[in-house]
């Protein structure tokens, strides 16, 4: 009984409140779930964008940095990194970008590699360059 | 006007400050312990400061819990050393929010909304302005927002946890004579009020 004695200590108004909060963090859940698979790949370099992909067409791509060449490679809708010249290959552990939204970065190598858009968009043609 | 009546005004007046210099230097204690204890996820914290941030709210007003809040940001992390660090901003932003969060929902439901319906605002206020602080000032980048389901079950709980703590210490405090000439505005009373109406 002890237990829910903390329940006496909450006015009618609270429960409600308790209740509609929980909802909403329950939705907010739901939102991170249901997330989109993203359209395709943008790579910058020192805040530059410096290649753009779609993420449909599978393809092995080699990108240059300060430190050499970094592979990556698309696959199924996702892309990984497979080989990096830097010393602690973050990157390649980083596993797969999927996701709208999802990163993976070489710091070493000055990489930064986003997904973006939305792959239920009609046209996924880049024509916007989004800070 | 009798000068009875000035003095015991003037008596309530200082005892308000005094019980408020107290709640800041207790809030400072509890937020300096806080840092010190070990966390195991980075960013998730109880926040138990804001017990007495809850605890100056529902016995002296709005203006108290500003009081409160902010002078134990300033002085917990001048203590710390993190003053003006982004660690800073983010405390500050994430108090500024809980703040107005808390203020209103004090505001609007003032009969009805006991101590832990304010300290679930404030929690959920919290991470929220302390989110978009990191994505204004850290972090430019929306998957940021990701963890914000995260921070709202967290902040659900602890909200929970400080609310029911400030509730128990409320209780205590107007069993005290210092406290008689207060609005009594307990969990208990509340309801008090709500069957009433």
């Known amino acids: 009984m002890k237990a829910i004695g903390w329940i006496k200590r909450l006015t009618a108004f609270d429960r409600k409140l308790l209740v509609v909060v929980a909802v909403l963090v329950a939705l907010s859940f739901l939102l991170l779930l249901r997330q989109s698979s993203g359209a395709r790949l943008v790579v910058s370099s020192d805040d530059r964008i410096v290649f753009v992909a779609p993420l449909n067409k599978d393809q092995r791509v080699e990108l240059e940095g300060p430190l050499g060449i970094t592979v990556l490679q698309i696959e199924s809708g996702a892309a990984r990194v497979v080989s990096s010249p830097c ?22 190598n000055k990489l930064v590699i986003t997904i973006e858009g939305d792959s239920t968009e009609e046209d996924a043609e880049y024509d916007f360059i989004r800070r | 006007m009798t ?13 308000r400050r005094v019980f408020l210099a107290l709640f800041v ?10 840092v010190l204890l070990p966390n195991p996820l980075p960013w998730f914290r109880i926040g138990l400061a804001n017990i007495l941030a809850l605890t100056a709210l529902f016995s002296y007003g709005i203006q108290a819990l500003w009081i409160v809040s902010i002078s134990r940001i300033l002085i917990g992390s001048l203590l710390l050393g993190s003053l003006f660090s982004p660690g800073f901003l983010l405390s500050l932003g994430g108090g ?11 505001k609007l439901w003032q009969n009805k909304i006991g101590p832990i319906g304010v300290s679930v605002l404030g929690a959920l206020g919290h991470v929220t302005g302390q989110l978009l602080i990191a994505w204004l000032v850290v972090i430019r980048h929306p998957s940021i927002w990701m963890l914000l389901p995260f921070f709202l079950l967290f902040a659900l709980i602890s909200g929970i946890i400080n609310g029911l703590a400030a509730d128990y210490l409320l209780t205590s405090l107007y069993k005290h004579p210092a406290f008689a000439k207060l609005k009594v505005t307990t969990t208990a009373s509340k309801e008090k009020n709500h069957l009433e109406s």
């Open chain 1, 87 to 108: 010393a602690r290959k973050v990157c390649i552990r980083m596993g797969e970008a999927r996701h709208t939204g999802d990163l993976l970065a070489c710091v070493p």
């Open chain 2, 96 to 106: 500024i929010f809980a703040n107005s969060l808390m203020s209103l929902g004090y």
């Open chain 2, 3 to 15: 000068s009875s009546a000035v003095d015991s005004q003037e008596l309530e007046q200082v005892r």
């Open chain 2, 25 to 34: 230097a207790l809030a400072v204690a509890l937020h300096t312990v806080e």
